[in-house]
């Protein structure tokens, strides 16, 4: 208990004490102004304080124009005259004197002041990790996480050569004229350029690489782009820097077309291939460049959504920025000039991937956390969807919060070849609601997680899939990979172990059937999971398959069965099951006085900058095994050291946020087993309503309530019937 209440504090302070020092230091709100205290007093003089292009460099660029591009003409003059320098002057200044796009005017109203302040002061934070480089010099090969044991992150240091502040920088600059946002800039380009030199002869996505597909997709298309155009009027960004940006853009959109990814990688790759080329088409290859991630992007997405619209990879969070890469690319063909060459229907693709976002849609307008995921804000993405099919009133009812448009015309759902089960008490704010996860792993960012369930009401994630939490190789982000960590049934204390490898296991080839049937008041469905359990020498132990069913009685009664039924070699053996509940608070309470029946609390688990839906008077959730014979029962809290298949009560953002796990086990048994749960929603304020809970054999059980009502539970032929009676 000493030891869990340690924890708590020591993860409390991290989380408090990290966005407190930043605050001390960046404007909070309002128009940003100048930092009162940039932390040089003076310029500095070294090596990045004066212009690094090198001739050949500038080469590249001259030799890469079409010369004969309207408006260039002084500068080919030069050039075929044999100056170089003064060609690439021309060059610079005719760039200078080019109508900005849309699109990034647009993206620099817009600020985020604590990374931009970050930026200018050379401080890097990606998580919960911070630093500020030394002599104004970023180290582009340096990773604070590394220092930390156990805790290594290869994104904090591929995410630091991202630069996302240059954006927020030039943003701040076109706000403020100050010419130290500039100088910044500058010196960091410059910087990138000396330390990281030349593209790779090869892929270089691996570890502390700086020329990860990725990260060249995402500077050219997100970060740099408006960068340039932001800093475009400062003098600090000398003519021979802007060469410098071409010289660096042009050879990352040559790497990044020789050497392409899959997935939602490939797609942030072609979008700043699309992004450099329509800015650039001067260029004599911006044009084959163009077609190249014009196909690339609308051929992988329409193979990428599924025809129920979810992206293969199954997380909300890389379906949202597949989206956001379309619609950027859209935006800025057309800004830039080029919109006839994307197809007709590159947009229209996209309304079946907002459709598969409004069927999964929480209470909170939130998405369940599938795989690796974060919590999103619907209707902020819905603001597209609107402009984009304006005749899709559910898509303005998203967007407006409810104000505007109409609901959808259904409840419960499910995508056959995504794989989820939503079951929906309604579309209102504080309806319950339950997503379940019968489906294949997808496509990248898997987590062994089939048969899954997370339950929420209104605004709050009772129980709950974390995501996964931070890419740090820690023992927390090994066990929030597997079935250990979502609300499941582990056998003999291991886990769900589908093979990885290969599409068999990762997309289903046909649509799954008959998984939900619905009378409007009653839900009812079913997954089978049947890939065995951890994993010895020869593979995967297939010596046990579980079967979920669950009933949904609205508005807020879930009743789960899970069958753990041994087959082959597993039938004459003893074993031991445990079903893992995973609920986001920090305490529970005895919800029936002489049962096992738990209730959590309206008290949040620790708050942090990744738990913004962390409040106070949250809604609660009962967890109530109905069959209790031969069980044993606990609870984990803040487990975080030892082996992670011990791990347990822990959220893996991180700092992690300290939870709880409830468990119910039978240990040692053999034949069938069968674990039966009641989960019931209630508000905040909500009285307890169970009166007494009688298990019949195992093949049924009653509930009884304090209002008079009784829940009959039933298992006849193996299946799982239930309904409440006065």
């Not at 060609?87 to 200078?96: C, D, G, Q, S, V």
């Not at 996480?145 to 591929?158: A, L, N, R, V």
């Not at 990885?500 to 997309?507: A, H, P």
Request: with cysteine; charged share 25%.
């Amino acid at each position: 208990m000493k030891r869990a209440k340690f924890l708590l504090s020591a993860v409390a302070a991290i989380a408090v004490l990290l966005p407190a020092v930043h605050a001390a230091k960046a404007p909070k709100s309002g128009r940003i102004k100048t930092p009162t205290r940039i932390l040089w007093e003076k310029e500095v003089q070294d090596e990045f304080s004066k212009p690094l292009l090198k001739d050949e460099w500038r080469d590249v660029v001259l030799n890469a124009v079409n010369w004969d591009f309207p408006g260039l003409e002084a500068a080919k003059k030069l050039y075929l005259a044999g100056d170089k320098k003064g060609a690439a002057n021309e060059f610079a200044n005719y760039l200078r004197a080019r109508k900005i796009p849309k699109i990034f005017v647009e993206s620099l109203k817009t600020i985020d002041k604590r990374r931009a302040y970050e930026g200018v002061n050379y401080i890097w934070t990606y998580g919960a990790n911070s630093h500020q480089f030394p002599n104004q010099k970023i180290d582009w090969f340096y990773n604070k996480t590394k220092e930390i044991p156990g805790m290594t992150d290869y994104e904090w240091q591929w995410q630091l050569n991202r630069m996302r502040w240059f954006k927020e920088m030039a943003a701040a600059y076109r706000q403020t004229g100050d010419k130290r946002w500039a100088i910044a800039f500058v010196r960091q380009l410059r910087s990138w350029a000396a330390i990281c030199g030349p593209a790779p002869a090869a892929h270089a996505n691996g570890r502390d690489s700086i020329w990860r597909g990725i990260e060249q997709g995402l500077r050219l298309a997100n970060f740099w782009a408006p960068a340039f155009y932001g800093f475009l009027e400062a003098p600090e960004f000398t003519n021979d820097d802007i060469m410098l940006y071409c010289y660096l853009g042009l050879i990352q959109s040559r790497h990044v077309q020789k050497f392409t990814n899959t997935g939602n990688i490939y797609v942030m790759e072609m979008n700043g291939v699309l992004t450099f080329n329509s800015m650039f088409p001067e260029l004599k290859e911006s044009g084959a460049a163009r077609r190249l991630a014009v196909d690339g992007l609308y051929t992988n997405v329409n193979k990428m959504l599924l025809p129920d619209g979810f992206l293969n990879e199954l997380t909300n969070s890389y379906h949202g920025g597949v989206i956001s890469d379309m619609i950027h690319a859209f935006t800025l063909a057309n800004d830039c000039g080029v919109g006839d060459e994307l197809p007709k229907d590159f947009i229209a693709l996209l309304e079946r991937a907002y459709d598969a976002q409004l069927h999964m849609m929480t209470p909170a307008f939130d998405m369940p956390l599938t795989n690796d995921s974060r919590h999103v804000d619907l209707s902020k993405r819905f603001a597209s969807a609107v402009k984009y099919f304006p005749h899709r009133k559910d898509f303005l009812w998203v967007q407006s919060l409810r104000k505007k448009g109409t609901p959808p015309g259904y409840l419960s759902t499910f995508m056959p070849w995504a794989g989820f089960v939503i079951l929906r008490e309604s579309w209102d704010k504080e309806a319950s609601y339950l997503c379940f996860d019968v489906g294949p792993l997808g496509m990248r960012h898997q987590h062994q997680d089939k048969l899954n369930i997370a339950i929420w009401k209104g605004q709050d994630m009772l129980l709950y899939d974390d995501g996964g939490g931070s890419y740090a190789r820690s023992m927390v982000r090994k066990y929030t990979l597997s079935s250990l960590a979502h609300n499941l049934v582990s056998v003999d204390g291991k886990w769900q172990s589908t093979p990885t490898g290969g599409d068999k296991y990762r997309i289903l080839r046909e649509p799954l059937k008959d998984v939900l049937q619905s009378d409007g008041k009653t839900d009812y469905t079913k997954g089978v999971f049947d890939q065995g359990w951890g994993r010895d020498r020869k593979g995967n132990n297939k010596y046990v398959v579980q079967e979920r069913q669950i009933v949904y009685i609205r508005p807020n009664i879930f009743v789960v069965l899970d069958r753990m039924i041994p087959v082959r070699q597993g039938v004459k053996k003893p074993h031991t099951y445990q079903a893992r509940w995973h609920v986001d608070t920090l305490k529970v309470l005895p919800a029936l006085d002489g049962h096992p029946a738990l209730v959590t609390t309206s008290e949040s688990s620790i708050s942090n900058k990744d738990n913004e839906r962390a409040r106070k008077n949250r809604n609660r959730l009962i967890v109530a095994p109905l069959f209790t014979k031969n069980m044993t029962f606990g609870t984990v809290s803040g487990k975080v050291d030892g082996d992670w298949p011990t791990l347990g009560g822990v959220y893996a953002v991180h700092p992690y946020r300290i939870t709880t796990t409830i468990t119910h086990t039978l240990t040692k048994v053999k034949g069938e087993q069968r674990f039966l749960t009641l989960f019931m929603t209630l508000d905040n304020k909500e009285a307890l309503p169970l009166k007494s809970i009688t298990q019949r054999g195992n093949d049924g059980a009653t509930v009884e309530f304090t209002d008079g009502r009784k829940l009959e539970v039933v298992i006849e032929n193996n299946k799982l019937s239930a309904k409440v009676v006065k």
